[in-house]
């Protein structure tokens, strides 16, 4: 089969969060099980794009209603990836050193979508799936369907993957002119209660829809920002797949961020030495367990909420743990992070900022990793920090529910809490320290942890079976 995926992001060219994680491991283990799978994003300005030798495969010129542009379709030379990665570059619009937040965003993602569906409607070939990944990839099922001038990709079967219903590319209908001539009697699709909705739009168009994991996919059809009748009403079409993580690349023995290589056998050795680098660089006692937060700063995680929890931690429990942040995003929070640092210096610190080494060796060097998440669709970093031995400390919801079994219960490992308070976090980091001072207990699980399979290949199947559904 050939899979075509669309995305955002994909690491290691672009990356804001999990979803570039994901676009950059599922082509690269569909390929394995003998299928064609390629990405296609928008060209940024970011760091690869100037470290690898590029080939140009496409030229064209389309337009957003009066406005007509030019693109170009450039392909990494090496295939560094392990699958064919496709850039298109509209310049003065993609050709931007950030991935989201400007002004223009829908113009730019709009247009973007455009150009992937114009160079598409001239391949002399047909791909047997087109992939889209959440909101901004999501007018493409509805243009391959139903565009005048594209008419021969209808048919094309298209997926979309929802990695985070919150945000779903609200647009006036003054932007409805943007897509390419349609049929008029198919607006209706494209909006929800009278805006342009591009994934609730995808979510009628494509031909299935995916959520990351199978508990987020339930919980959408009670709270889904909005658009909780659309998944109750298309139901039939939607089924959750879990994530899974990229075990080359999230690998204890051959890391290369890590200065120390270690495994099950030896993880208490190795933990402690990159437990020990970190509590010097930050200031910390490398006798407390280390508590992590890793993560945006964004209403989801509830990360607004971590000022106050190490406030009630340390006051209601005492001056017995270290906490260890690591994020950027709201300006508020990382306010409020960054000043926290000036009351409670020794046993607490917060990077703001984004660092893919300091996250690689804060799984590697935390006893813990906090999730607290208000929304959480999957979530990798309970993932990595499992394969790293770090005990995950988790609200129970969407695939952290999916992933972590409290230690309380049968063949349990992590801690788990109910809501994202400030009262059930503080309860939950109170559990995680009981379990760490029963040492046995804790080395035991730490052990087990490391051998939990969350690789891709199963995930990868699942996908494929669904394609062929
Ligand atoms: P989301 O995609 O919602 O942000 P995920 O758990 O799926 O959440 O993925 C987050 C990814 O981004 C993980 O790979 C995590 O390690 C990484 N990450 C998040 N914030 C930072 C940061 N400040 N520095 C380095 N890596 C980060
Ligand atoms: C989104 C979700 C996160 C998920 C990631 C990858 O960003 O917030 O939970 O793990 O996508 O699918």
């Avoid at 007018?139 to 008419?151: E, K, N, R, T, W």
């Avoid at 979530?379 to 952290?400: D, K």
């Amino acid at each position: 089969m050939e899979i075509i995926h669309v995305s955002a992001e994909c690491y290691p060219v672009a990356k804001v969060g999990g979803l570039a994680d994901v676009v950059g491991a599922l082509p690269k283990y569909q390929q394995n099980l003998g299928h064609t799978a390629k990405v296609v994003m928008p060209m940024y300005r970011t760091a690869f794009l100037y470290r690898h030798e590029w080939d140009v495969v496409h030229k064209g010129r389309t337009h957003m209603g009066n406005w007509w542009y030019e693109y170009t379709v450039i392909k990494e030379h090496d295939n560094e990836l392990g699958f064919d990665l496709y850039l298109i570059d509209i310049y003065g619009l993609l050709d931007r050193e950030g991935i989201y937040g400007y002004a223009d965003d829908s113009e730019r993602f709009t247009a973007f979508q455009v150009a992937f569906v114009d160079w598409l409607g001239g391949w002399n070939h047909r791909p047997d799936i087109v992939h889209v990944h959440d909101h901004h990839t999501g007018l493409i099922p509805f243009m391959m369907q139903y565009s005048a001038d594209y008419g021969h990709l209808k048919g094309i079967k298209t997926i979309l993957t929802i990695h985070n219903a919150q945000y779903q590319g609200w647009m006036g209908w003054g932007k409805g002119t943007y897509l390419p001539r349609y049929d008029m009697w198919k607006s209706g699709l494209l909006d929800w209660n009278g805006t342009i909705n591009p994934l609730a739009c995808a979510i009628r168009c494509a031909w299935k829809v995916t959520t990351v994991s199978p508990s987020y996919m339930e919980e959408l059809r009670y709270s889904a920002n909005g658009l909780e009748p659309l998944f109750e009403y298309e139901k039939g079409k939607c089924i959750g797949i879990l994530n899974g993580i990229d075990t080359q690349v999230w690998d204890t023995e051959t890391d290369p961020y890590l200065g120390t290589h270690y495994n099950s056998d030896t993880v208490e050795a190795g933990k402690s030495a990159h437990k020990l680098e970190l509590c010097k660089r930050f200031h910390l006692d490398p006798s407390k367990p280390l508590i992590i937060f890793i993560g945006r700063f964004a209403l989801e995680k509830a990360a607004d909420l971590l000022p106050t929890v190490i406030g009630d931690a340390f006051h209601y429990i005492g001056r017995t743990m270290n906490f260890l942040i690591l994020g950027s995003g709201d300006p508020n929070v990382e306010g409020r992070l960054a000043n926290l640092q000036s009351m409670v210096a020794q046993d607490y610190h917060a990077f703001i900022g984004y660092n893919e080494q300091l996250s690689h060796q804060m799984y590697a060097g935390a006893d813990f990793l906090l999730m607290p998440s208000r929304v959480e669709p999957c979530g990798l970093n309970q993932m990595y920090a499992l394969r790293y031995g770090t005990v995950p400390i988790v609200r129970s919801t969407g695939g952290l529910k999916d992933t972590v079994i409290d230690y309380g219960d049968w063949q349990g490992f992590g801690v788990r809490f109910e809501h994202a308070n400030v009262g059930d976090i503080t309860h939950g980091i109170y559990r995680a320290l009981e379990l760490y001072q029963d040492k046995v207990r804790f080395d035991e699980i730490r052990q087990r942890i490391m051998h939990i399979d969350h690789s891709w290949e199963n995930s990868a199947s699942e996908y494929i079976a669904l394609y062929l559904s």
